[in-house]
């Protein structure tokens, strides 16, 4: 008979064990969900702090108007602005040893 009040108590001790850990994970998950927001308050702060002394600097002279950066500089993934924005030059395919590669159009002789 022992082992039967054993068993009962047992039984309530977990039920107890797990509501505790109920109410703890639901505590915590309330208060994970409320933190972020103080944060981006001051986000804000400094992203204002940023945005005011950013036009203090002078932005270098650029070529190509058309695609810039944030900071004024030119954008290097566009095509007219690398190589300084300047036109490509012309193809020359060359041979390890520097000499012109026959091979190819522009390299043979007219």
Do not use: C
Not at 81 to 101: C, I, R
């Amino acid at each position: 008979m022992a082992s039967s009040s054993n068993f009962g108590k047992n039984v309530i001790m977990k039920k107890i064990i797990l509501a505790l850990g109920l109410v703890l994970t639901f505590a915590g998950v309330s208060f994970a969900q409320t933190a972020p927001a103080k944060t981006e308050k001051k986000a804000k702060a400094t992203t204002e702090k940023v945005a005011t002394t950013a036009p203090a600097t002078t932005a270098p002279a650029t070529t190509s108007a058309t695609h810039v950066k944030k900071d004024g500089t030119a954008d290097k993934r566009y095509k007219e602005n690398k190589n300084g924005g300047a036109k490509p030059q012309a193809t020359t395919h060359l041979k390890k040893d520097g000499t012109a590669d026959k091979r190819f159009k522009e390299n043979k002789a007219k």
